[in-house]
């Protein structure tokens, strides 16, 4: 049934066709039939033909009103192949009837219209093979044998003629036919595993969600860290990878009866049969997003080298045929990027509790995008306390407080604005305004000795940043001001691109931009790279510095350790104990951050804080 997607359509347009030319050519006969005075027959030949075109006409408007489902699709297929067959044959009735009569142009008529009609199945039945073949054959066969029966030479040369004619006409809807398969192929299938496409999958779906009153679950598996294998043994080796991988999809499937596809890059798409139950539907679901999770993780052997995958996986259950198939992916996409902010290798089922989450994510996204044209965004600004040489630093902190939100977390709000792409306006309004903030605090005597602005990746790599930086640094900042500007980059968002990024940080550090990596620690390739990005400071993330208390800082003396011997200053944030102080005093750290010193302040506050000398250790 799959592979008459692309023909159904095909065939509801030609019917139309058929009708009107057998519509408009037919009353011609029952004119030679007047002129002849044998009107009956041709007119109950006419009402036969007007008879099988209102059938015809009915069957293209049951395809056309109904939305009806593959299966139902399949059978009208069968009827409309009936009624294609009887149309043409109709046409080889009136040849027969003609033919066998005296008058002699009455046979050129019945000889032209018989050619006429052969040509016209050839095209019209160009995507039904074996019906185009019978009818072809059908309709030219008759006209070979009335030539062979005039008994004369140039009629044998006629027949001679019509075979090759029939043989033209075979020829012609078969190649029709490949290249509409060929056509239909490559817009329903994946080039690379020759699996479905989204376009093939999405009307899966949607004939899917015509059935009334059963469930089927629909699984989105994404491939984790796929990116990394193209990047580092190239996209050769990360297609035989897919290819592996569809594979072992489609054996497991074929086992359920389920439908794989793949939806784009290393995105795929399962479609289970129907359920009587949801809770078996949800039931079964699980059981086979966790088989098929199972199986993406065996180990891979390709081009000599040892692979290991993991993925994640949204599981959507379908139940409601008045919702969108896009809408049913969306769900089953939602349920998927959960697994991956939640740490990937996982599956997770679409609920109620994940789409109001969804839903409150998308009306912050929606108010964010107001946030600095209503004066929402302020900025923050925590002490970092230097020890050893008893100054004062600090880090700029935004926060967003929403009339009808409240205040609403830097975690919630700065992820969104980094997928969304806000962050490059965001990002633009903190660097302004904390430059803008330096400057008057220059201007009143207040020195720091720097200043911490945190920066995003996709701030980062964005083509007006550096423009941007140059352009502020100029505006706000004098030379020494500007040695006091420090961007801070988080670990794991730097190795992104390290090689772009290390470019983009040469460039700034001309103009007297320092640069310190956030969260230190908590990354997956710390030491691999930290030596080639021209870093001067590492922050030690609070995980581990709240673990002081239950470990004996194993990690942080490490890291300590490292930092000094590469001449690395050091800053530990989430400081809330005095234990905690006196460890990191102890063991070198250089700069201390967190609630044992001060909350993030707003400006006047911080002023204070400064001015009163309330920092001293």
Known sequence: MLDNMNFYKFLHKQILIL???????????????????????????????????????????NYADKNLNLNEKEQWLQRVKIFLYISFSLWTVIFLIYTSRSEVELHYIAIATQIGGSVVAATILASQKKLAIITIISMMTPLIIYFIVIDEFFTYLLSFFAVVLSLVLLHASRNTYENLVKSQYQAYHDYLTSLGNRRFFIELLEDTLKHEKHFTYLLIIDLDHFKTI???????????????????????????????????????????????????????????????????????????????????????????????????????????????????????????????????????????????EHNEISLKFQPQIHHKTDTVSCEVLARWENKNLGPISPELFIPIAEQTGFIIELGYFILENALLTLKSWNEKGIELDQMSINISMRQMFHDSFIEDVEELLHRYLNDKLRSKIVFEITETSAAEDIQKLIKVMNILKEFGIRFSMDDFGTGYSSLSYLSQIPVSELKIDKSFISELSVTDGTIVRTILDVARNMNIKTVAEGVEKIAEKEFLIKNNCDTLQGYYYSKPLDKSDFEEYVLNSSYKV
Request: proline fraction near 1%; aromatic fraction near 10%.
């Open 19 to 61: 009708i009107i030319l057998d519509l408009t050519t037919g009353p011609g006969y029952i004119y030679i039939g007047l002129i002849h005075g044998t009107i009956l027959l041709e007119m109950l030949w006419f009402i036969t033909m007007f008879i099988v075109s209102l059938w015809g006409y009915k069957l293209y408007r």
């Open 230 to 372: 193209n990047d580092t043994l190239g996209h050769d080796v990360g297609d035989a990878l897919l290819r592996e991988v569809a594979s072992r999809m489609i054996k497991v499937s074929n086992e359920y009866n389920n439908k794989v596809s793949r939806l784009g890059g290393d995105e795929f798409s399962i479609l289970s049969n129907s359920y009587d139950t949801k809770e078996k539907c949800i039931e079964d679901g699980i059981h086979f997003a966790k088989t098929i999770l199972e199986l993406i993780k065996k180990r891979y052997l390709i081009d000599k080298h040892d692979l290991y995958m993991s993925a994640s996986i949204g599981v959507s259950i379908i139940n409601n045929k008045d919702i969108s198939a896009t809408q049913f992916i969306k769900e089953a996409d939602i349920a998927m990027y959960e697994v991956k902010s939640s740490g990937r290798d996982g599956i997770v089922l679409f609920n109620e509790e994940l789409s109001n989450r969804v839903k409150e994510k998308l009306e912050i996204e929606r108010l964010l995008y107001f946030s600095l």
